[in-house]
C-alpha cells in the first residue's frame, strides 16, 4: 500500500496544537445573531453571560472575526478586565487606549488620555468611513460602577461626534446581581438603560445534535490556507480520505459525554463547554495519528479515553454547588 501524502508542514505547526483555532458552536452563532439584532434594532448595550471556561472569551474572538469581516464599516474593539480592577481614571483610560492600539497609553493625566481616547476612536471609525464603534468587555462582571460611569462618558462624546458605540458585555453570572443592583436607584438605572438592556444566557451543548456544527467544521476548515488538508485530514489522513468524518460523530461522542457525567452521580442536567469538547477532539486526533488507516474509526473507547483526558468531570465539579442552586428544589 502507497504511503500517504506528505503533510505540507510539520504537525508542530497547526493551530490544533497551540488552540490558536477556532470553531462555531450554536452557542456562539445564536450570541452572533443576537449582537448583529443589536445593531439593528439600536440596541446600544447587551449582557452575555455563562459560567467560567464555558468558551465565552473563545466566543468574543469569532464574533470579532466575524464581524470584521462582515461589517467592514464598523470598528470591533476588545477590552478584558483584569481580575481586582483599578478605579483609577487614567488606567481605565489607558486600557482603553491600549486597545485601541495607541502609541502611548501609559502617558499623561487621566483628562489628557480621556481626549486622546476620544480622537483615536473617531480616527478608526473614520478610516473604515463608518460610523459605529462595537467594545465587548470580557470578564465585565469586574467592571464596578466608576466603569460604567466613565464608559458612559464615551459614549456621550462620540454620540456628540456623530458616532454609535454599542458594548457588550459578556461576564460570569454575578454581572446579573449588578444589573439588578443598578435598577434600584435612579442614578444607576441609567448603566442599565444604556449597557444592560438586553440578556442572554451563553449555554453549553445540551444534546447530541449541538456537536455536530462544531465537529463538523474540523472537517471543513483548512491548514495551510489553500491547500486540501483539512484539519481532520491533517491527523487522520487516511482515515479522512477512507471518509472518516467528525461531522458524523455526534452521537458517539455525547454518550461518551454522558456516561461520565452519569458515573460522577452529577444531579443537573449535561452541558458541554466548547473548551471540553475541543480538548477531547484534539486529544482524540493526535492520539490516534498512528493508528491511521483506511479501516480506521474513532471507536467509543477513542472518545472515552478523549473525554476522560480532557479534565471536563474536574470542570464540573468545581461548579457543582452553582449548578445545584440554578437547578433549584426538586
Known amino acids: 500500500m502507497l504511503d500517504t501524502l506528505k503533510r505540507p508542514v510539520d504537525v508542530s505547526e497547526h ?112 478610516r473604515v468611513s463608518g460610523n459605529t464603534l462595537v467594545i465587548f468587555v470580557d470578564e465585565a462582571q469586574r467592571l464596578e460602577l466608576e466603569h460604567y460611569e466613565w464608559l458612559r462618558d464615551v459614549q456621550d462624546e462620540l454620540g456628540r461626534r456623530g458616532i454609535r ?9 454575578g454581572i446579573l446581581n449588578r ?23 451563553f449555554a453549553g451543548m445540551q444534546q447530541a445534535a449541538d456537536l455536530k456544527m462544531s465537529l463538523a467544521a474540523y472537517d471543513s476548515s483548512i491548514f495551510p490556507e489553500g491547500s486540501d488538508w483539512t484539519y481532520t485530514r491533517f491527523f487522520l489522513q487516511r482515515a479522512y480520505d477512507a471518509g472518516l468524518r467528525l461531522g458524523a460523530q455526534q452521537k458517539v461522542l455525547w454518550e461518551a459525554f454522558e456516561a461520565v457525567h452519569r458515573i460522577a452521580r452529577f444531579d443537573f442536567p449535561m452541558e458541554i463547554p466548547m473548551e471540553y469538547l475541543a480538548r477531547s477532539v484534539e486529544i482524540a486526533l493526535t492520539r490516534n495519528m498512528e493508528h491511521d488507516s483506511v479501516r480506521f474509526e474513532l471507536s467509543r473507547a477513542c472518545w472515552d479515553e478523549a473525554v476522560e483526558e480532557s479534565s471536563f468531570v474536574a470542570a464540573l465539579e468545581a461548579l457543582r454547588i452553582i449548578f445545584v442552586d440554578e437547578a433549584g428544589p426538586p
Not at 450554536?26 to 455563562?50: E, S
Not at 465565552?56 to 469569532?62: E, N
Not at 458605540?165 to 453570572?173: K, S
Not at 439588578?180 to 442572554?200: C, P, W
Request: charged share 20%; proline share 6%.
Open 165 to 173: 458605540m454599542f458594548a457588550f458585555l459578556v461576564g460570569q453570572p
Open 179 to 201: 444589573r439588578s443592583a443598578f435598577r434600584q436607584n435612579v442614578d444607576t438605572s441609567q448603566i442599565v438603560a444604556r449597557f444592560m438592556i438586553d440578556e442572554m444566557r
Open 15 to 126: 493551530p490544533l496544537l497551540s488552540q490558536s483555532y477556532i470553531v462555531p458552536t450554536p452557542a456562539i452563532a445564536a450570541m452572533y445573531a443576537r449582537i448583529r439584532q443589536c445593531l439593528r434594532r439600536g440596541v446600544t448595550g447587551a449582557v452575555i453571560y455563562g459560567h467560567t471556561r464555558w468558551g465565552k472569551t473563545y466566543a468574543i474572538r469569532y464574533c470579532v472575526r466575524l464581524l470584521r469581516h462582515e461589517l467592514p464599516r464598523i470598528v470591533v474593539l476588545t477590552l478584558g478586565m483584569p481580575q481586582n480592577p483599578s478605579r483609577s481614571e487614567s488606567l481605565f483610560f489607558g486600557m482603553l487606549l491600549d486597545v485601541a492600539q495607541h502609541a502611548r497609553p501609559d502617558s499623561g493625566t487621566a483628562l489628557q488620555r480621556r481626549l486622546r481616547l476620544y480622537h483615536k476612536l473617531a480616527e478608526l471609525v473614520a
